[in-house]
């Protein structure tokens, strides 16, 4: 007899899952015998990502097309999956976006949304599926936070501030679900091999030049463990561990200085 795979007879709900991080962290549940639910606004990508999981690991994978950052969109994918007769036991909010610059000068639409999408459809989709977790006690919820929720970004202030409030919400619902078999992970990735480094513009930063990014499936294996194992926060990478810890040690003033500094445009390379 075939061992049960960890995940069989089980859903997992993956947001952002059209690319990088979201692609990758629905593999390592696909792998483990998860059927997933991929939510994204690219509809062409998505169906690639379905049939290619369901195959590869014989598993269901459905995907729904959808903007997160309209308000009641989590409302409206959870309806869709319960019209499908789904239910979902794991919920992995990776959906987010970021964009370089200082805010003078920024577009309204953009910093409104990276708080639609990185907060309010995050707390949406978790305040949904959080009592069924509790009531079935199993399961739980997986946020992709950043090295970003550990301090203030100037030249990025919305997507740093959006990155604390998730890890400080994780980190509170993990201490609310303790005694439970609900899991509760905060992922933190540094500098990461994605799409989201070409939207937000963080490839052109010194911070950019400081390191090679990781590969976003080494990220999604990382954070995979650390839900399975209930950690409560994971910051990928010795370096990036280190420099976080350190933002709890420098005078106020000089951690802002160091952040500006490293969020500035590069000077081209010669």
């Known amino acids: 007899m075939a061992r049960k795979r960890r995940g069989e007879g089980q859903t997992a709900l993956v947001t952002g899952a059209s690319a990088g991080i979201g ?34 690991y014989a598993i269901a994978a459905t995907p729904i097309a959808l903007d997160l950052t309209e308000h009641g969109a989590g409302r409206k994918l959870a309806d869709a999956i319960a019209a499908k007769g789904l239910s979902v036991d ?30 309010r459809a995050l707390v949406e989709l978790t305040h949904i599926y959080w009592p069924a977790m509790l009531k079935n006690n199993r399961g739980g919820v997986l946020n992709v936070a950043s090295t970003a929720a550990f301090q ?5 202030a919305v997507y740093y501030a959006s990155k604390a409030f998730v890890l400080s919400f994780s980190e509170a ?10 899991h509760v992970s905060c992922l933190c990735p ?28 080494t990220v999604a294996r990382m954070g995979y463990r650390a839900f399975q194992n209930n950690r409560r926060v994971l910051v990928t990478g010795m370096r990036n561990r280190l420099i976080a810890g350190l933002a ?4 106020r003033k000089t951690l802002l200085a160091t952040v500006y500094n490293i969020q500035s445009p590069a000077a081209p390379e010669a």
Do not use: H
């Not at 692609?23 to 696909?30: G, I, M, Q, R, Y």
């Not at 203030?152 to 990025?156: A, I, K, N, Q």
């Not at 709890?248 to 005078?251: M, S, T």
């Open 90 to 119: 794991v919920l992995v909010n990776n959906a987010g976006y970021g964009i370089a610059g200082g805010f003078d000068g920024s577009s309204e639409a953009d910093q409104l949304g990276m708080i639609d999408l990185n907060v």
């Open 248 to 251: 709890r040690f420098l005078p």
């Open 23 to 56: 692609v990758d962290l629905a593999e390592c549940f696909a792998r483990d015998g998860y059927n997933l639910v991929l939510a994204a606004r690219s509809e062409a990508a998505l169906k690639e990502v379905a049939e290619r999981l369901s195959l590869k």
């Open 173 to 182: 619902l993990w201490k609310e679900a303790e005694g439970s078999a609900v």
């Open 152 to 156: 203030p970004g100037p030249l990025m």
């Open 190 to 217: 540094g500098p990461t091999s994605s799409k989201f480094r070409e939207r937000a513009g963080t490839g052109r930063t010194r911070l950019s030049r400081m390191g090679t990014p990781m590969p976003s499936m």
